[in-house]
């Protein structure tokens, strides 16, 4: 008898630990549910395909072999592994126990999940999110590839293989030092900005050519020698009076909330926002789910973040 190299079917791990447990061929098509020459037939052939006999069958009975003897315990692994596999594909059919992966900016994530996630949770316990920060073009990229399973970001670029349903929109709110000749204004001219230095992010993101494209309709002065590397980096230079800036929605709620040494004010006349999406490929299994979960997303931000972003309608796919 040789190893032929074949691999084994489930069925026949099955009928093998089944007769290796009743030592009886007999009681174990009774177990089974099937005939007895099958079940014969089914051992004969796990046999000639593991290339070593699995069963001595004598006056007094069956036993098993030192083979099989060895082979026992890889055998009950190998069922238990596939009764998991069935269960958890089960739980995914239903829409529970997923894990996806998602990948939000950086100037997003931490100042949105905070709101959005344990609301989440409780309506869908058993999913789960591996959230990773990247810049929207990469986060895009990352979907098409399949390194992320969705996207939350500002800006996307057409394909008909993602899907994209608009969640919020939010503010881009203008903040000056305190000692700013203009503090204390709620609302200032795009004229009186004139000259004035702003800072941003470094042009790796989306949101430093959003500020920059505001600036040239201004006529105010980007400041690329004095670039942040992060939204609290953006703050800090401000408070040391090292320019003006404009800061998210999002992130003056949630981190000024007594902010002495800034002064957070409105252009006249010029609404400055970025919208905010969710976005899956068309394809993916789960997008019954996504659409369900970016409906969820709207209610919660709606009823948490309604003082300072505006939810969006949704779409049809």
């Known amino acids: ?16 630990v089944t007769v290796a447990k009743q030592l009886s061929y007999r009681r174990a098509a009774s177990v089974l549910g099937i005939s007895q020459p099958t079940l014969t037939t089914q051992i004969n052939a796990l046999e000639n395909a593991v290339g070593v006999p699995l069963f001595e069958r004598s006056r007094s009975g069956t036993l098993l072999s030192p083979q099989g003897k060895a082979l026992l315990d890889a055998a009950e692994d190998i069922l238990q592994a596939g009764q998991r596999f069935a269960e958890i594909s089960r739980g995914l059919s239903e829409g529970e126990g997923a894990t996806f992966r ?69 503010p881009l709110k203008f903040v000056i030092p305190s000692d700013h000749h203009l503090a204390g204004v709620p609302m200032v001219s795009p004229d009186q900005l004139q000259g004035e230095k702003v800072l941003t992010l ?93 409906a969820d997303m709207r209610e919660i931000i709606q009823t948490r973040l309604s003082d300072a972003v505006a939810v969006s309608d949704a779409l049809g796919e």
């Open 102 to 170: 998602l990948g939000i900016p950086p100037t997003l994530g931490p100042y949105l999940l905070p709101h959005v996630l344990p609301g989440l949770h409780a309506q869908h316990p058993h999913l789960k999110f591996y959230v990773r920060e990247g810049a929207p073009h990469a986060l895009h990229d990352g979907l098409l590839s399949g390194e992320y399973d969705l996207i939350l970001s500002p800006v996307f670029e057409k394909n008909s293989q993602v899907v994209v349903q608009p969640l919020f929109t939010e």
């Open 202 to 294: 470094e042009d790796r993101h989306h949101f430093h050519h959003q500020v920059q494209d505001v600036c040239m309709r201004i006529g105010a002065s980007l400041q690329r020698d004095y670039e942040g590397t992060s939204l609290d980096t953006l703050r800090q230079m401000v408070v040391m009076g090292m320019g003006v800036a404009f800061l998210p929605g999002l992130y003056i709620h949630s981190e000024l909330h007594k902010p002495d040494a800034l002064h957070v004010c409105e252009i006249d006349g010029m609404p400055i926002a970025r919208q905010h999406s969710l976005a899956w490929r068309n394809t993916a299994p789960g997008r019954q789910t996504f659409r369900a979960l970016a």
């Open 1 to 16: 008898m040789h190893f032929q190299g074949k691999i084994p079917s489930l069925n026949q791990i099955r009928y093998f």
